[in-house]
Nanobody, 127 residues
Framework: QVQLVESGGGLVETGGSLRLSCAASGVVFRSYAMGWFRQAPGKEREFVAAIGWNGGKTAYSDSVRGRFTISRDNAKEPVYLQMNSLSPEDTAMYYC????????????????????WGQGTQVTVSS
């Protein structure tokens, strides 16, 4: 079975950086995408970034574009989210997710497109 485990969260001051990791196990799909979402207290879970295995396509939300970078070490794992120039608005629980039916054309950016989720890692940015 597929399992996703996030790590790398923590407390950082404004302007600092963190690198999140997502370790995936049990992945047997040929073509899939992995993404990062985040959810702050009282807010809806929102898309952050995603990467597709077929062609290495990436997608970012407008709020993180230019500051965050999603990357991978190999075809399956791990997946990273490098976060720079952090601000308090980035404070949230960050979740790793996997879409097992990635078409290879468009990287999924909606929650309903993802099939598996990790338990999350907390990122807190102090003022």
């Amino acid at each position: 079975q597929v399992q996703l485990v996030e790590s790398g969260g923590g407390l950082v001051e404004t302007g600092g950086s963190l690198r999140l990791s997502c370790a995936a196990s049990g992945v047997v799909f040929r073509s899939y995408a992995m993404g990062w979402f985040r959810q702050a207290p009282g807010k809806e879970r929102e898309f952050v970034a995603a990467i597709g295995w077929n062609g290495g396509k990436t997608a970012y939300s407008d709020s993180v574009r230019g500051r965050f970078t999603i990357s991978r070490d190999n075809a399956k794992e791990p997946v990273y989210l490098q976060m720079n120039s952090l601000s308090p608005e980035d404070t949230a629980m960050y979740y790793c997710a996997l879409d097992r039916t990635f078409s290879g054309h468009y990287v999924p950016v909606r929650r309903r497109e993802y099939d598996f989720w990790g338990q999350g890692t907390q990122v807190t940015v102090s003022s």
